[in-house]
Protein backbone atom coordinates (compact mmCIF):
# COMPACT_ATOMS: atom_id res chain seq x y z
CA UNK A 1 0.00 0.00 0.00
CA UNK A 2 0.92 3.42 -1.04
CA UNK A 3 0.34 6.13 0.95
CA UNK A 4 0.79 9.86 -0.21
CA UNK A 5 -0.49 12.72 2.34
CA UNK A 6 -0.80 16.24 1.33
CA UNK A 7 -2.76 19.71 2.47
CA UNK A 8 0.08 20.55 5.25
CA UNK A 9 1.08 24.39 5.23
CA UNK A 10 1.86 27.20 7.35
CA UNK A 11 -1.41 28.78 9.20
CA UNK A 12 -2.25 31.10 12.02
CA UNK A 13 -3.64 30.13 15.37
CA UNK A 14 -7.37 29.56 14.78
CA UNK A 15 -7.47 28.63 10.85
CA UNK A 16 -7.99 25.39 9.59
CA UNK A 17 -6.37 23.00 7.23
CA UNK A 18 -7.87 20.16 6.04
CA UNK A 19 -5.32 17.13 4.82
CA UNK A 20 -5.58 14.62 2.57
CA UNK A 21 -3.95 11.18 2.18
CA UNK A 22 -4.30 9.00 -1.08
CA UNK A 23 -4.10 4.97 -0.89
CA UNK A 24 -3.02 2.82 -4.00
CA UNK A 25 -2.06 -0.30 -4.53
CA UNK A 26 -4.66 -2.48 -2.06
CA UNK A 27 -8.24 -2.39 -1.60
CA UNK A 28 -8.97 0.19 0.15
CA UNK A 29 -12.26 -0.18 1.33
CA UNK A 30 -10.68 -3.19 3.77
CA UNK A 31 -8.30 -0.41 5.65
CA UNK A 32 -8.91 1.09 7.99
CA UNK A 33 -7.28 4.66 8.21
CA UNK A 34 -5.26 6.84 10.99
CA UNK A 35 -3.80 9.89 11.30
CA UNK A 36 -0.62 10.75 13.68
CA UNK A 37 1.58 13.38 14.30
CA UNK A 38 5.18 13.81 15.38
CA UNK A 39 7.21 16.65 16.45
CA UNK A 40 11.11 16.49 16.63
CA UNK A 41 12.28 14.38 19.32
CA UNK A 42 9.16 13.34 20.02
CA UNK A 43 7.02 10.00 19.67
CA UNK A 44 4.58 9.75 16.63
CA UNK A 45 1.34 10.73 18.11
CA UNK A 46 -1.97 9.72 17.77
CA UNK A 47 -4.29 12.13 16.57
CA UNK A 48 -7.65 10.60 14.42
CA UNK A 49 -8.76 6.97 13.20
CA UNK A 50 -11.45 5.71 10.91
CA UNK A 51 -12.37 2.25 10.15
CA UNK A 52 -12.98 0.49 6.86
CA UNK A 53 -16.87 1.48 6.47
CA UNK A 54 -16.75 4.71 8.22
CA UNK A 55 -18.35 3.35 11.40
CA UNK A 56 -15.40 3.39 13.79
CA UNK A 57 -14.37 6.69 14.76
CA UNK A 58 -11.68 7.66 17.52
CA UNK A 59 -10.18 11.22 18.55
CA UNK A 60 -7.44 11.95 20.30
CA UNK A 61 -8.47 14.22 23.25
CA UNK A 62 -6.16 17.18 22.08
CA UNK A 63 -8.23 17.51 18.79
CA UNK A 64 -11.79 16.14 19.62
CA UNK A 65 -13.74 18.96 18.85
CA UNK A 66 -11.19 20.89 16.67
CA UNK A 67 -10.59 17.89 14.19
CA UNK A 68 -13.06 15.54 11.87
CA UNK A 69 -11.74 12.39 9.90
CA UNK A 70 -13.85 11.20 7.10
CA UNK A 71 -12.67 8.83 3.89
CA UNK A 72 -14.01 8.39 0.44
CA UNK A 73 -13.89 5.10 -0.36
CA UNK A 74 -14.95 5.50 -4.43
CA UNK A 75 -11.66 8.23 -4.58
CA UNK A 76 -9.21 5.80 -2.18
CA UNK A 77 -8.92 8.85 0.36
CA UNK A 78 -8.86 9.69 3.94
CA UNK A 79 -9.49 13.12 4.94
CA UNK A 80 -8.56 15.22 8.33
CA UNK A 81 -10.25 18.58 8.51
CA UNK A 82 -8.60 20.57 11.25
CA UNK A 83 -10.27 23.59 12.74
CA UNK A 84 -9.39 25.98 14.97
CA UNK A 85 -5.69 25.11 14.73
CA UNK A 86 -2.88 25.84 17.75
CA UNK A 87 0.57 26.19 17.88
CA UNK A 88 0.88 22.71 19.88
CA UNK A 89 -0.44 21.16 16.39
CA UNK A 90 2.61 22.35 14.68
CA UNK A 91 4.42 19.06 13.80
CA UNK A 92 4.65 16.25 10.71
CA UNK A 93 1.04 14.41 10.22
CA UNK A 94 1.37 11.35 9.35
CA UNK A 95 -1.19 8.87 7.28
CA UNK A 96 -0.90 5.25 8.34
CA UNK A 97 -3.06 2.16 6.78
CA UNK A 98 -4.12 -1.00 8.58
CA UNK A 99 -6.26 -4.12 8.00
CA UNK A 100 -6.98 -3.74 11.95
CA UNK A 101 -10.17 -2.92 12.58
CA UNK A 102 -10.85 -3.11 16.71
CA UNK A 103 -11.56 0.78 18.20
CA UNK A 104 -9.10 0.15 20.99
CA UNK A 105 -5.97 -0.95 18.34
CA UNK A 106 -6.58 2.12 16.16
CA UNK A 107 -4.72 4.57 18.43
CA UNK A 108 -1.33 2.58 18.70
CA UNK A 109 1.32 3.37 16.31
CA UNK A 110 2.16 -0.42 15.92
CA UNK A 111 -0.93 -1.25 14.61
CA UNK A 112 -0.17 0.39 11.40
CA UNK A 113 1.59 -1.50 8.36
CA UNK A 114 1.96 1.62 5.67
CA UNK A 115 2.97 5.16 5.97
CA UNK A 116 3.11 8.01 4.77
CA UNK A 117 6.08 10.54 3.67
CA UNK A 118 4.37 12.77 6.02
CA UNK A 119 2.66 16.83 5.28
CA UNK A 120 4.41 19.09 7.19
CA UNK A 121 1.66 21.93 9.45
CA UNK A 122 3.30 25.42 11.03
CA UNK A 123 0.72 26.85 13.31
CA UNK A 124 2.16 30.44 14.26
CA UNK A 125 0.76 32.64 16.89
Known amino acids: VQLVESGGGLVQAGGSLRLACAAS????????MGWFRQTSGKEREFVAAIGWNGDTIVYADSVKGRSTISRDNAQNSVYLQMNDLKPDDTAVYYCGATGVFYRSLLIAQKTYQYWGQGTQVTVSS
Open 25 to 32: GRTFSTLS
